[in-house]
């Protein structure tokens, strides 16, 4: 019998682990989004690094203003006064604030980052000015469309001392239905799979909360001015100090989007490179995931069209190989999707043709995640809100300026 035979047998077992991940988060997250957070509330600084104007700029800071919670103040900043996004947060606060649940509403002026990204910096910059009662520190990004009691459920995972700091994530919502924006909403959705109660979670710093107390226990006032991203070195910090990083089905978040391919390239690379810089162990299970995934399909496919060819008395084996690695991939994708049509009821409409793409060619958007994540394989200088970067290390940037 010939030795890809057993190999055949290997890989419909390893589809078992796979198939139970992915229904394991989808229990998680549809058990977990419903329930009302109400019993714990600290007094918490709402922080959103804002840089030109977003998609659907006002909805989402609209959102934000909307919050259900008794105890927050909301700080906007930009790195500058002539950024479009000051005047129209201006604008905004003077309309949204007087009839907000927030305390406090500022918008600042940070200046230009010097070590790290200009987000960081500008993190950092709200950071030093908290008054000395905020308990919980949470940020935002700009856009983001968030429902009213997203700030409650970001939040209540932090009661327990075991979550170190506590993460939603986004969802491409897209605003164009062209072939790029149908591609980052695919390619973002198989990430957005993998986060649930499991150790591979990684923090989001579009929609992530920390103690205060646990920021400084973990020094991350001395690591993020040295860091390009935010999220992932918070993350290995709380990860290093065996503490977990909590997903909160909850905080998916709806982002709309429309992309052209080039901008699509560019926004994949970013992240990747920046991954394998920050968060090489992510990085890595990335590659190694997304490459069995392409293999285990693409091979045993055309190991099973061989065999029929060849007349080989295991055809059907192979092709029975095939069939079970196509279903529980497909089964993952329609997981996903149905976990999405719940979480972001509000927005399934425009979200419905994504879906349908996903589902249907799920077998090409693996393809071109494999390839995105192997284009990251070389370099350190990435764009990134229009300011160039060079990254040395996961604690160690170059910013190379406009």
């Given at each position: ?115 790290c990204s200009q987000?960081?910096?500008?993190l950092l910059y ?264 060079k990254l040395l ?10």
């Amino acid at each position: 019998m010939d030795w890809y035979y057993y190999i055949g047998w290997a890989v419909i077992i390893s589809q078992i682990p796979f198939l139970v991940f992915a229904i394991h988060n989808y229990r998680f997250a549809i058990a977990k989004y419903r329930k009302k957070r109400e019993h714990y509330t600290p007094r918490t600084a709402l922080i959103v690094p804002c840089k030109d104007l977003d998609q659907d700029f006002d909805k989402n800071i609209a959102s934000l203003f909307g919050q259900d919670y008794d105890d927050y103040i909301l700080w906007f900043v930009v790195a500058e006064k002539e950024d479009p996004a000051y005047h129209r947060l201006c604008e905004l606060k003077e309309k949204l604030a007087p009839t907000s649940k927030t305390k406090d509403v500022r918008i600042f002026i940070s200046g230009q980052g010097q070590s790290c990204s200009q987000k960081v910096h500008n993190l950092l910059y709200c950071y030093e000015r908290i008054p000395s009662d905020i308990e919980v520190l949470a940020f935002a990004d700009s856009d983001i469309c968030v429902r009213s009691d997203w700030l409650r459920h970001l939040v209540h995972p932090l009661r327990l001392d075991k979550n170190g700091a506590s993460s939603g994530y986004r969802w491409f919502v897209p605003k164009k239905n062209n072939s790029a924006t149908l591609v980052v909403s695919a390619i973002n959705a198989r990430v957005a799979q993998l986060l649930g109660n499991t150790p591979f979670n990684q923090s989001w710093g579009g929609s992530m909360a920390i103690k205060v107390r646990t920021f400084r226990e973990l020094k991350l006032d001395e690591i993020w001015p040295k860091t390009l991203s935010d999220d992932l070195s918070l993350g290995c910090a709380v990860k290093s100090a065996r503490k977990k990083v909590e997903f909160v089905p909850g905080c998916l978040v709806a982002s709309y989007e429309d992309t052209t391919w080039p901008e699509l390239f560019e926004f994949a690379r970013r992240q990747f490179i920046i991954t394998r810089i920050s968060a090489p162990r992510t990085w890595w299970f990335g590659l190694l995931t997304m490459l069995y995934s392409v293999l285990s399909l693409w091979v045993t496919a055309a190991l099973a069209i061989y065999a029929a060819k060849t007349s080989d008395p295991n055809a059907s084996f192979y092709a029975a190989v095939a069939i079970i690695v196509f279903s529980r991939q497909f089964v993952s994708t329609l997981l996903r999707q149905r976990m999405a049509s719940k979480l972001l009821r509000e927005h399934w409409a425009k979200m419905k043709i994504a879906a349908v793409a996903d589902v249907l060619l799920f077998w090409i958007w693996s393809l071109l995640l494999l390839m995105f994540i192997l284009s990251s394989v070389f370099g350190r200088t990435i764009r990134w809100r229009g300011i160039r970067y060079k990254l040395l290390g996961p604690t160690e940037t170059i910013v190379l300026g406009q």
